[in-house]
T-cell receptor
Framework: DAKTTQPPSMDCAEGRAANLPCNHS???????VYWYRQIHSQGPQYIIH???NNETNEMASLIITEDRKSSTLILPHATLRDTAVYYC?????????????FGQGTTLQVKP | GAVVSQHPSWVICKSGTSVKIECRSL??????MFWYRQFPKQSLMLMAT?????????EQGVEKDKFLINHASLTLSTLTVTSAHPEDSSFYIC????????????FGEGSRLTVL
């Protein structure tokens, strides 16, 4: 699975959009971009995933560049409850084993 | 999304004892489950892949005799930390994969183990 690079931390004002970047320059054509988040002392929570096209669900939007070498997770109106570690993971779907390998992620701090 | 439940959510034990952690998929059958370990301020580290009806596959550096995994049914996998020591204190998290070609992964709430 391709390696991803994320900034270690970011701040965001409550009510503003949070834009979390992820670089995955070695992504292969059949690899998807997944985003999970982990709130302190809880298991990871699935947010969204995509292959080529931009995706949106009730939680977030995922913007993938045309060359697929980077992506951005957008939380349109961040709340204090969105404070968490956000993980960008690239993997084949469903993959030979389906396992997810986590990097260090981005710690997002939403401030009042 | 699908629900994965772990039990217990936290456990404290004495050094040298064994501790069993259960991972259940509540509303779907999971032929494959995964066990992770997470130390404070670190990311999740994959320990092993648990396959129903067969032996688990362990990641490099994980002692299979130390961390016993049993996946006896399509909804239950257990992780037993044998002869636990303080360095085994950690947050253990399981995930389960829904079936089919597009099966997604869902995570349990985690189990915090403290070994005294």
């Amino acid at each position: 699975d391709a390696k991803t690079t994320q900034p270690p931390s970011m701040d965001c004002a409550e009510g503003r959009a949070a834009n979390l970047p992820c670089n995955h320059s070695t992504i292969s054509g059949n690899e998807y971009v997944y985003w999970y988040r982990q709130i302190h002392s809880q298991g990871p929570q699935y947010i969204i995933h995509g292959l080529k096209n931009n995706e949106t669900n009730e939680m977030a939007s995922l913007i993938i560049t045309e060359d697929r070498k980077s992506s951005t997770l957008i939380l349109p109106h961040a709340t204090l409850r969105d404070t968490a570690v956000y993980y960008c993971i690239v993997r084949v779907r469903p993959g030979n084993t389906g396992k997810l390998i986590f990097g260090q992620g981005t710690t997002l701090q939403v401030k009042p | 999304g699908a629900v994965v439940s772990q039990h217990p959510s936290w456990v404290i034990c004495k050094s040298g004892t064994s501790v069993k952690i259960e991972c259940r998929s509540l509303d779907f059958q999971a032929t494959t489950m995964f066990w992770y370990r997470q130390f404070p301020k670190q990311s999740l580290m994959l320990m092993a892949t648990s396959n129903e009806g067969s032996k688990a596959t362990y990641e490099q550096g994980v002692e299979k005799d130390k961390f016993l995994i049993n996946h006896a049914s399509l909804t239950l996998s257990t992780l037993t930390v044998t002869s636990a020591h303080p360095e085994d204190s950690s947050f253990y998290i399981c995930s389960a994969r829904t079936g089919g070609r597009t099966g997604e992964l869902f995570f349990g709430e985690g189990s915090r183990l403290t070994v005294l």
